[in-house]
């Protein structure tokens, strides 16, 4: 009965938040408040295109047991040594937050993940295939691995009912305490070998944070939140990549 009772009261909070507050979500690259709204943003890197996937390219069941047999004879490695060419999704420089905590893996190239626009053809729009090219600009730049990550904020509101009705009181009401916001945040990443193109992925468990602020302090309360996300992220990632290759 007792875990029933937990069960429904926190089915009853997270309607409540997502009914009030919504639910938002947005790029790590992206953090304007709530909605995203940073400036130069143009969207993100296609995962599948970074990893060499074109959806017209025609691939024998000879290709994928060739590419199976050269992966198992060469296992994807990182070593203390290694060259690391790093690549935020959508954003023109790396995190500094996600630099730090690379730095002591390996030596850090950081290069820059912005969205090149489609190429027009004869058949209108068609996607980018950007592996080679992102290997080869990291091969130019000393690397022989390359870290390329996606990360996205989710957030929902939850209104403080005592302090909301306060926060009607002009000036003064404004300073008060009324919302919380609960913001998770997940990062993935594709750790390539340069020379041959072979990939694996790797994610961390989602992390989350709860906030209170008022009207007038909203968007710095939501920044603030945001950062502590990312560099509490950053290092459980860098802590997970150092143990799964044991560096």
Partial sequence: MKTRNIV???????????LFGGCQTRSISNVGYRYGNSHGYQGELN?????????NEEVSSEDIAQALDERGRNPLELNKGDVLAVIQSGARFPDKEMLGS???????????GVSPKPREDRRGKESIR???????????????KMLVYWGILESASEPEQAAKQLSWVPIAGRLIPDETQHVQIRVKAALIDVATGHWTLIRTEPLQDKRMSSRLT????DLKQVLALKEKAYGQFAKDLKERFQL
């Fill in 8 to 18: 429904v009261t926190g089915l009853i909070s997270l309607v409540t938040i997502l």
């Fill in 47 to 55: 995962e599948l295109s970074v990893l060499g996937v074109r959806v």
């Fill in 102 to 112: 690379l730095e002591p893996l390996a030596k850090i190239v950081p290069l820059s």
């Fill in 130 to 144: 950007m592996d080679k090219s992102l290997r080869m600009a990291a091969a130019k730049g000393g690397a022989n």
């Fill in 218 to 221: 909203r968007a710095s309360s």
